[in-house]
């Protein structure tokens, strides 16, 4: 067998699957059997086609702008794709969007910082908390939380010496 490299492989697996989706009878069985087994919601998000892609892209690009001015810009064209795309989804994550315009644009006026680390530093500890059912002792809690959060710089203590002196060899 020729020598085939793993990139090799998955380019080969990738272009015969796409040559299976495509391929007529893929689509036949996706129209009688698959789409029609699956929920009702499900089925209609099938048949938008590429709108729901459109619509996320379109918001990428106001995170993707340079500065406020231009993700402003490119928020207006959010909102107009989203309201042209007939979609209830679309409507409501616009609505979304545009209650916390304030914060999305301030993450331009910040070089992109925030204070996501924070927060999920803070909902790990509530977390710990709530899974430890109430700590009662505070250095138990403290414990606890540098364990699970790897703060805990382990001392090694070296390993006790057996003998206290070196065998000697009888002769």
Not at 1 to 9: E, H, I, N, P, Y
Not at 10 to 34: G, N, S
Not at 135 to 157: E, K, P, S, T
Request: hydrophobic residues 45%; contains cysteine.
């Amino acid at each position: 067998m020729a020598d085939v490299s793993v990139a090799g492989l998955r380019d080969l697996v990738t272009v015969k699957t796409a040559q299976m989706l495509h391929h007529p009878a893929y689509q036949q069985l996706r129209k009688e059997i698959l789409l029609p087994a699956l929920p009702r919601g499900l089925r209609r998000l099938f048949g938008l086609g590429r709108r729901p892609r459109v619509i996320k892209e379109q918001l990428r690009t106001v995170y993707r702008a340079g500065d406020q001015d231009a993700a402003r810009d490119a928020l207006a064209d959010f909102y107009d794709v989203a309201a042209a795309a007939d979609i209830p989804e679309a409507d409501r994550l616009a609505r979304t969007i545009r209650w916390w315009e304030d914060a999305v644009l301030a993450y331009h006026g910040s070089d992109g910082l925030s204070n996501a680390r924070t927060e999920a530093i803070n909902g790990l500890l509530k977390k710990i908390k709530r899974v430890g059912h109430g700590f009662r002792n505070l250095a138990n809690y403290r414990l606890r939380l540098l364990l699970h959060c790897g703060g805990v710089a382990w001392q090694h203590q070296p390993a006790a010496r057996l003998r206290g002196r070196a065998p000697q060899i009888a002769a």
